[in-house]
């Protein structure tokens, strides 16, 4: 049997490749819409991909299912639990089979058997793996996608918070306990394959381990520890992350269906010029995807910064607009990975990209040219005491409830869009974040509504909390 294992650590994704090295089969478990690499895989070990199967419809990255199926003629393995409105509606476009609790199926010589996991989503199920050449017969381990994730499970609020179905949370939380109570008596040895790591939006408290065993999330996995239902219920559904708004458009486009991505028109690479990028101002988002320093010290009026960094997809998945075209301001040698970065969510409508170098076409004193200050604790701590500064929070909400800069108010980056008309114009306004990198894109999204005189704190709360920390040793 041969297994190897792919993960995007700007979604934090994890997915498989399984193949059967005596027939020369493989299939994906669980692919990204990217699909080159598992090609690429699957030629170096000498095996065809002729599968792809899903734990679940995701509700945040684009899957390859679809891409595997149309590029390579491969099968596809999807849950037929869950009920109708939990149907993969594209599938009967290829070659597929519906898959239910106790089902088994094969590629060459790997049996895989389907476990009914609700909780997480209704359809959810996991993949219990055998590799039929082994001289040891029985379950090697188990695909788990985002049913259990090492140190957590997923999060049963995604239904109401991202899709809207009113009431679900509990129904999917009391699911769960009932999930993981079978989970519970799979054997200790079985190894564990989530479909998720750390920084996954999909759970509260993922590790950074890649996998597990089942005995060792007996131990020591928390979602493990209750007997409780109630009580379970109560500590699954509390401090769960806010859901990107993009999660509804995920779930649409992976049952729907997407466009392949080789039917796609290539984005145009433009000369630079700034009069065409106030052109693509005028007509719809424009990211800069500069460092976030280099963007403060000059940039265009409208232009939106999200920095080209392990963040970039999240917060560009929270802030774009699916239903509007995308300009990008990107070097030439990080465009290809910023596109399928972004097609990696689904954000396909890239019309344009130019090089950032055409900042420097803007003089000293051209009036054309923006820029917004990294201020330093020092030097707005008297303005914060009296309040001269309007500060803003733009943390998520359980960062804010743990501590906050006492005359500051909140608004999640991710709500910033449409929340900016609340916030008032009569003063400066100080936006900080953890260390420094939401408050940045806070800037640059406040200018992009009008805001002339903003500010962001460099070192964030934490700075501001090692300061008070000094100041109440030195009181002391």
């Not at 609020?157 to 989970?183: H, I, N, P």
């Not at 976030?292 to 010290?297: Q, T």
């Not at 051209?366 to 604790?377: A, F, I, N, Q, W």
Request: aromatic share 10%; glycine share 10%; net charge negative.
């Amino acid at each position: 049997m041969l297994l190897k294992y792919f993960y995007d650590e700007k979604l934090a994704q994890a997915s498989y490749l399984v193949g059967c090295q005596d027939t020369g089969e493989a299939i994906i478990v669980d692919p990204s819409r990217n699909i080159e690499p598992y090609i690429e895989t699957a030629r170096a070990h000498g095996v065809r991909i002729v599968g792809a199967t899903e734990t679940h419809i995701h509700a945040d990255f684009l899957s390859g299912s679809q891409e595997l199926a149309s590029r390579l003629g491969s099968t596809l393995y999807f849950s037929n639990e869950g009920g109708p409105d939990w149907k993969y509606e594209y599938a009967t476009g290829y070659e597929h089979f519906y898959l239910r609790n106790g089902d088994v199926f094969a590629i060459g010589n790997i049996q895989f058997e389907v476990m009914h996991t609700p909780g997480h989503t209704p359809e959810h199920i996991s993949l219990l793996v055998t590799d039929g050449g082994a001289s040891i017969k029985g379950p090697i381990g188990i695909f788990t996608g985002d049913f259990v994730f090492v140190g957590d499970v997923g999060r049963p609020d995604l239904l109401e918070k991202a899709v809207g179905v009113r009431g679900s949370s509990e129904k999917m939380a009391r699911m769960m306990y009932r999930s993981l109570k079978q989970f519970k008596k799979l054997p200790d040895y079985l190894q564990v394959w989530p479909g998720h790591g750390a920084g996954s939006a999909c759970g509260k408290a993922l590790g950074a381990v890649p996998s597990s065993t089942i005995g060792y999330e007996k131990r020591t996995n928390w979602a493990l520890q209750y007997d409780n239902e109630d009580r379970f219920i109560e500590a699954l559904l509390a401090g769960q992350p806010e859901a990107p708004p993009y999660f509804s458009m995920m779930k649409r486009l992976n049952k729907e269906g997407a466009l392949q991505i080789q039917r796609m028109a290539v984005p145009l690479r433009m000369d630079v010029s700034i009069g065409i990028v106030q052109e693509w101002v005028k007509q719809e988002m424009v990211i800069d995807t500069r460092p976030a320093s280099d963007f403060a010290a000059k940039h265009l009026q409208g232009v939106m910064n999200i920095p080209y960094n392990k963040s970039f997809v999240t917060w560009a998945g929270w802030l774009l607009n699916y239903d509007q075209p995308i300009y990008l301001l990107a070097t030439n040698t990080d465009v290809a990975d910023i596109v399928k970065d972004l097609q990696s969510i689904g954000l396909d409508r890239i019309v344009a990209t130019m090089d950032p170098c055409v900042m420097k076409l803007l003089g000293e004193s051209d009036s054309r040219g923006m820029k917004y200050e990294e201020v330093t604790l020092d030097q707005v701590e008297g303005a914060i005491q009296t309040e001269g500064i309007y500060v803003l929070d733009v943390r998520s909400k359980g960062e804010w409830e743990e501590g906050h800069i006492p005359q500051s108010k909140h608004v999640m980056l991710g709500h910033l869009q449409e929340q900016a008309h609340t916030i008032p114009q009569d003063k400066p306004i100080l936006v900080y974040c953890k260390t420094g990198g939401r408050s940045a894109i806070a800037a640059s999204l406040l200018q992009v509504h009008g805001f002339k005189d903003v500010q962001s704190l460099v070192g964030g709360y934490e700075e501001w909390r090692k300061q008070e920390k000094l100041r109440t040793t030195r009181d002391f």
